[in-house]
C-alpha cells in the first residue's frame, strides 16, 4: 500500500457495497505499518453495522491438508447463493516463508464460486497467524459484512491440531476428516474435535464411500467420549460428497438449523460477547510486545540477555525477567510540534508534500493540525512576527526517508541535504520548510 488510504472513503464504498474498497479494508487490516494502527481503528469503529450482528453466519471450515476444503466450500457456498445468501470467504493460504505472499491462491480452486456475482474470495497468507488464521480475520469478517455478506465463511491454513483460532472469531465451527486415512483418531486431534459443533466426513463417493461410512462411525464413537460444548449438544457427523453434491444440502440445512438455534437462545450475542472480548486482550497483548520491543534501550537490552542465556551466565527466565523491567521504562517522544508560520497555504501545501494529512483546521485557516503517524504538525498563522520563531532542528522518525526525500524534490522542493546513513546509525537528510523551520527525516539502521 503506497498510500494512506481515506478511511471516509472506504467507509462509504462498504456501505455501498463496493468489492474495490472492500478489497482495500482488508488489505489495510492485513498491513503491518505501526502508522496504519489508527487507520484500522477508525475503519472499525466506523462500521455502520454495530456490535453485534446475529442475522449473519460466521462459519468456521477446517480440517487436514487434502481433505477437500476448497472444493467443499465453493460447493457449500454456491448453494447459498441459490438459497438468496450473499457469501464471503475468507481463506488463508500458507505463506511463502520470504515474500510472505500466499501460495495457493484459493480463487484459482473455486472458479465457479469465484466468478459468482453475489460471492466475494479473498485468499490471505497465514504469515505469522496461529491457529490456522490471519491476526486480521476477526476484523475481515466484521468489514465484509458492512459491505452486505451474511454469510462469512472462514477456511483456515488447514496445519492440523493448531486449527483452533477459528473458533474464535465464528460462529459455528466445522471440521472436515478425508476417509481412508487409518486410524480415525490420528488425523484429526481431541483438541480440534472437542471445538467442533459439526464434523463431515468427505469424499463420501465411489470406492471410497465404504471407508467414509467406517470413519464416520468412529468419529461418532470418539465424539460420545467427549464433553461437548457448552450449551451445546452432541456434535453429529456427517457424510457429503462435494464432487456428487450429495449431502451438502443436507449439510448446509443443519448449520443454519444450529445457528438459528443459537441466535433464539441468546447464546449467539453472549459467544459474540466473549469472543470480542477476548480479541480486545489479544490486541492488547500484542501492542504491548510491540512497544516495549521498541527503541534503542530495548535493543541493548535484548542483545544482553540473549549473550547471557547463550553462554550460560544467566537462565531463560532470569534474563527474560531482565528484559520485562528494560521494557517497562518508556522513552521520551514527541507528540507534537507548533510552529508559526507566514503564509498558511504554502506551509500547508509543504506537509501535504511530505506525506502529512491534514486532520483539524480552524474555521479562520489560522490554525492547522497536519499528521505524521502518531506525531502532529501544528501550524499557527503569525504574519506579523518576523522573523518566525525557528526551532534548532525536529526530527521525526519515518519508515523510509528516501521516498520523503522523492515526494519533496517530486514537488518542487530544494533539500538540504541528500539522505545518507550516518555513523551514528541513522539513514536521514535535512530540509527547511518555507519559514525556514529545521526538520530531518531519520530511520533507524
Not at 433464539?264 to 486482550?281: I, M, P, V
Not at 520485562?324 to 506551509?347: F, H, K, Q
Amino acid at each position: 500500500m503506497t498510500a494512506d488510504p481515506d478511511v471516509g472513503a472506504l467507509l462509504e464504498g462498504l456501505r455501498s457495497g463496493s468489492r474495490r474498497d472492500l478489497a482495500r479494508a482488508i488489505t489495510l487490516l492485513e498491513s503491518t505499518r505501526p502508522d496504519h494502527l489508527p487507520l484500522k481503528a477508525r475503519l472499525l469503529d466506523g462500521l455502520e453495522h454495530g456490535m453485534v450482528e446475529p442475522a449473519t453466519v460466521r462459519l468456521g471450515i477446517s480440517g487436514t491438508p487434502g481433505v477437500g476444503k476448497s472444493t467443499l466450500i465453493e460447493a457449500v457456498g454456491l448453494d447459498l447463493l441459490e438459497r438468496g445468501h450473499r457469501v464471503a470467504v475468507l481463506a488463508v493460504d500458507p505463506s511463502r516463508k520470504r515474500s510472505r505472499g500466499s501460495i495457493l491462491g484459493d480463487k484459482t480452486r473455486m472458479p465457479a464460486l469465484a466468478g459468482a456475482a453475489g460471492a466475494f474470495i479473498r485468499p490471505s497468507p497465514s504469515g505469522a497467524g496461529i491457529g490456522g488464521i490471519t491476526g486480521s480475520t476477526a476484523a475481515a469478517v466484521s468489514v465484509c459484512e458492512a459491505a452486505g455478506f451474511n454469510v462469512v465463511l472462514v477456511e483456515t491454513v488447514g496445519v492440523g491440531q493448531s486449527d483452533t483460532a477459528v473458533a474464535d472469531v465464528t460462529d459455528l465451527f466445522l471440521l472436515l476428516h478425508a476417509p481412508g486415512g487409518g486410524d480415525e483418531l490420528q488425523g484429526i486431534k481431541r483438541g480440534v474435535m472437542e471445538l467442533a459443533d459439526r464434523v463431515a466426513v468427505t469424499k463420501a463417493d465411489g470406492d471410497l464411500r465404504p471407508a467414509a461410512v467406517r470413519a464416520a462411525a468412529e468419529l461418532t464413537s470418539a465424539l460420545h467420549l467427549m464433553r461437548p460444548k457448552p450449551g451445546r449438544g452432541q456434535t453429529p457427523v456427517d457424510l457429503v460428497s462435494a464432487k456428487l453434491g450429495t449431502g451438502v444440502n443436507d449439510l448446509i440445512d443443519a448449520l443454519l438449523s444450529q445457528h438459528a438455534a443459537l441466535n433464539t437462545s441468546g447464546e449467539l450475542a453472549r459467544l459474540r460477547e466473549t469472543q470480542r472480548l477476548a480479541q480486545l486482550w489479544r490486541s492488547f497483548d500484542e501492542g504491548l510486545r510491540r512497544r516495549s520491543a521498541d527503541g534503542p534501550a530495548f535493543e541493548r537490552a535484548f542483545e544482553k540477555a540473549t549473550a547471557a542465556v547463550r553462554t550460560g551466565r544467566r537462565s531463560p527466565l532470569a534474563a527474560a525477567l531482565d528484559l520485562l523491567a528494560a521494557a517497562g521504562r518508556p522513552a521520551t517522544e514527541i507528540n507534537a510540534v507548533t510552529l508559526a508560520v507566514e503564509d498558511m497555504d504554502r506551509s500547508v501545501a509543504f506537509y501535504r508534500a511530505v506525506g502529512m494529512p491534514v486532520v483539524f483546521q480552524a474555521d479562520d485557516d489560522s490554525f492547522v493540525t497536519m499528521s505524521h503517524g502518531q506525531n502532529f504538525v501544528n501550524l499557527q498563522l503569525d504574519p506579523a512576527h518576523s522573523p518566525p520563531h525557528i526551532w534548532g532542528r525536529i526530527v521525526l522518525w519515518v519508515p523510509d526517508p528516501d521516498e520523503i526525500h522523492g515526494r519533496l524534490t517530486t514537488a518542487g522542493y530544494t533539500t538540504e541535504t541528500e539522505p545518507a546513513d550516518a555513523s551514528w546509525g541513522e539513514r536521514y537528510f535535512h530540509v527547511r520548510d518555507p519559514d525556514g523551520h529545521e526538520l530531518s527525516f531519520a530511520r533507524k539502521l
